[in-house]
């Protein structure tokens, strides 16, 4: 005998399955969740869902999330410092340290040509403008020790090179290959309490 298929219930594990770290089976198990908890699991998070979609927008500015009816913290925020990371994860670990109390510029991900991500789809002539009109004296380069991600901060240090600013980078406890938002909060602190100048050397 054939199970039956229903294709709301397949069409909602094929959209579960899409998720970060999720796989067919833990799809399933989390559809068959979510039946089970309507009341107090699927339709709070359905409404939760449909507000963070009508409601919560990326400025276009520093890159962060804010709601669409309100000024982002970007444009009120007067500290002289930017760190640059590459999506908001990335932000949310270094936060998690609190051994940074500036600003963020979240850039959006990396230059890759493999992936076909070049300079106008990231937030990097947004980030010059900051630098410009801000007064900013230093940009920390919190980037994954990737080959795109260095490939980025030096694309990074030769598009800021000619105004007046300190450009530094990560340091200790930062291996080679590794990705900022899975770091744990002793190894990041380390890598950002004891950076150091950023030069195309090194």
């Known amino acids: 005998m054939k199970k039956l298929k229903e294709p709301d219930l397949e069409n909602l594990i094929q959209l579960l399955s899409r998720l970060p770290s999720i796989g067919p089976k833990s799809a399933r198990r989390l559809a068959l969740h979510l039946i089970k908890n309507k009341s107090n699991l699927m339709i ?41 990371v590459e999506n908001i994860a990335d932000m949310w670990a270094m936060e998690s340290t609190s051994v940074f109390k500036g600003q963020y510029h979240i850039l959006g991900g990396t230059l890759s040509a493999l992936n076909g991500s070049n300079p106008e789809q990231l937030l990097i002539n947004s980030l010059i403008e900051r630098v410009k009109k801000q007064k900013i004296r230093e940009v920390i380069l919190a980037i994954s020790a990737t080959i795109e991600g260095q490939t980025t901060a030096h694309y990074i240090h030769d598009s800021l090179k000619s105004l007046n600013v300190k450009i530094t980078k990560l340091a200790h406890g930062l291996p080679v290959g590794g990705e900022i938002e899975y770091l744990d909060d002793g190894t990041l602190f380390s890598a950002f309490k004891f950076r150091n100048s950023f030069n195309n050397k090194g």
């Open 44 to 84: 709070p998070l359905h409404q939760a869902i449909i507000k963070v979609q009508e409601n919560i927008i990326k400025c276009n500015i520093c890159g962060n999330l804010k709601s669409k009816n309100d000024e982002c913290i970007c444009s009120n925020d007067s500290s002289d410092q930017i760190c640059v």
